[in-house]
């Protein structure tokens, strides 16, 4: 059993090792605030984010991977603005291109394509900027922002090695920091929409913090699985 | 700054603040501005400054759309005065800064250099929590979007509010 975790709220629903214990806190990943602020899911994000009663956290490594994606796609926008031909673009070598980052390029593309003048497709670039810089003040900058950043107390080095099997090194940071934050939290409940990277592995990922942390375990979600959870929601 | 003040005076008025069409002149000049910031190699380290506010600008004048001259309250009217005061005293300024370095000329152009450097360094500097302030008065008012407005808005939504209320208007002038 946990000796630092205190479940102190939420209500047990379950004694499977996959079904939420406690729903008043969570961690996030970077791929549902992504969802949230482009509207990429049929609104499970937005239904975690802001209507769900929990209080919503996450890690400088989710904080600075937003920036990062935030500003190479505004690169993107400005690079596709600036080209007075579609067919002809292609991302610039300057920018550094997830296969996130071309999977919404191209969606993007395709879009802008169907579009009928040049004013519209400046509209579009347009307004996928501003719902970038409004989803980031949202989130991480306003009064009244949706999530707190956490930053690490005691990143565990010995964990980060043990899932080296996650190829990310973002998201094997992601889970050290959710771990951590779950040592000294009332949850441990980590929501993701990498199914390869973190779902499809959660139950070796949760073994392996289990075995190295003072911590029973740390949950992985998708955000319906575990607002589908709830009793209360 | 004519479409600012447009607004002022419709908000003065509880009229309704903007229309689709408002927006579309908005974004109208938002990109004719930004394209001129562009075209000028000395102007173009302006350029997200400028974008910054011009894309503010946008989203305040799309929220405005689904609001009509009843829902007015003083919050917008003040939201969007230090909207145009901050156009007006550090966007534009950083702007005529700018202008003024590139085209001084004459004895004192010196004096003019250091002047206007200093001040558009200035401006640089605090335009960060400057606009962070804007934002916040805005958003306390209910002139900022949620994510979700976007889609919204480009669907049509905010639309129905006023065209509701003008076939109001209008059943209510043919009946008199």
């Known amino acids: 059993m946990s000796l630092c975790r205190l479940l102190t709220g939420g209500?047990?629903?379950?004694?499977?090792?996959?079904?939420?214990?406690?729903?008043?806190?969570?961690?996030?990943?970077?791929?549902?605030?992504?969802?949230?602020v482009l509207g990429q899911d049929d609104g499970e994000s937005k239904g975690?984010?802001?209507?769900?009663?929990?209080?919503?956290?996450?890690g400088s490594t989710v904080e600075r991977e937003f920036n990062d994606i935030k500003e190479r796609?505004?690169?993107?926008?400005?690079?596709?603005?600036?080209c007075d031909d579609l067919s002809s673009w292609s991302p610039p070598s300057t920018i550094d291109m997830s296969p996130n980052d071309e999977g919404w390029c191209a969606d993007l593309l395709h879009e802008l394509d169907q579009l009928g003048s040049r004013d519209d497709i400046e509209d579009r670039l347009e307004l996928e900027e501003r719902k970038f810089k409004r989803g980031l003040d949202t989130l991480f900058e306003m009064n009244g922002k949706l999530i707190d950043t956490v930053w690490p107390n005691n990143l565990d080095a010995m964990l980060l090695s043990r899932i080296s099997f996650i190829k990310n090194?973002?998201?094997?940071?992601v889970v050290c920091e959710s771990a951590d934050w779950a040592c000294s939290s009332e949850a441990d409940n980590l929501i993701t929409t990498d199914e390869n990277d973190l779902l499809d592995q959660r139950q070796r990922i949760s073994d392996v913090v289990d075995q190295n942390r003072d911590l029973e375990t740390l949950h992985i979600f998708s955000p319906s699985e575990f607002t589908s959870q709830d009793p209360d929601a | 700054m004519k479409l600012i003040d447009d607004i002022?005076?419709?908000?003065?008025?509880?009229?309704n603040p903007a229309r689709r069409e408002t927006y579309d002149e908005a974004t109208e000049i938002a990109k004719d501005l930004k394209k001129q910031v562009l075209s000028a190699d000395s102007l173009e380290e302006n350029y997200e400054y400028v974008n910054d506010f011009v894309q503010l600008f946008e989203d305040v004048v799309m929220m405005l759309v689904g609001i009509d001259g009843s829902e007015v309250e003083n919050g917008h009217q003040t939201a969007i005065s230090e909207l145009e005061d901050f156009y007006r005293d550090e966007v534009w300024l950083m702007v005529a800064?700018?202008?003024?370095?590139?085209?001084?000329?004459?004895?004192?152009?010196?004096?003019i250099y250091d002047w206007s450097s200093a001040n558009r360094d200035n401006l640089k500097s605090s335009f960060a929590d400057s606009l962070k302030t804007k934002k916040e008065i805005c958003d306390s008012v209910g002139l900022l979007p949620?994510?979700?407005?976007?889609e919204r808005f480009e669907q049509g939504e905010f639309d129905?509010?006023?065209d509701e209320f003008m076939q109001v208007v209008d059943g209510r002038v043919s009946r008199e």
Not at chain 1, 13 to 32: C, G, H, K, Q
Not at chain 1, 48 to 58: E, F, V
Not at chain 1, 73 to 82: F, P
């Open chain 2, 97 to 111: 800064h700018s202008l003024s370095l590139e085209t001084a000329k004459g004895p004192n152009r010196g004096d």
């Open chain 1, 11 to 36: 209500s047990r629903v379950s004694s499977s090792s996959y079904d939420p214990s406690v729903f008043s806190e969570v961690f996030y990943d970077t791929s549902v605030l992504l969802n949230y």
């Open chain 2, 8 to 15: 002022e005076g419709a908000l003065n008025f509880n009229r």
């Open chain 1, 48 to 58: 975690l984010l802001k209507d769900h009663s929990s209080d919503n956290y996450t």
């Open chain 2, 146 to 150: 949620d994510i979700d407005d976007y």
């Open chain 2, 160 to 162: 129905e509010a006023v």
């Open chain 1, 73 to 82: 796609r505004e690169k993107v926008l400005k690079s596709i603005y600036a």
């Open chain 1, 169 to 173: 090194n973002n998201d094997r940071h």
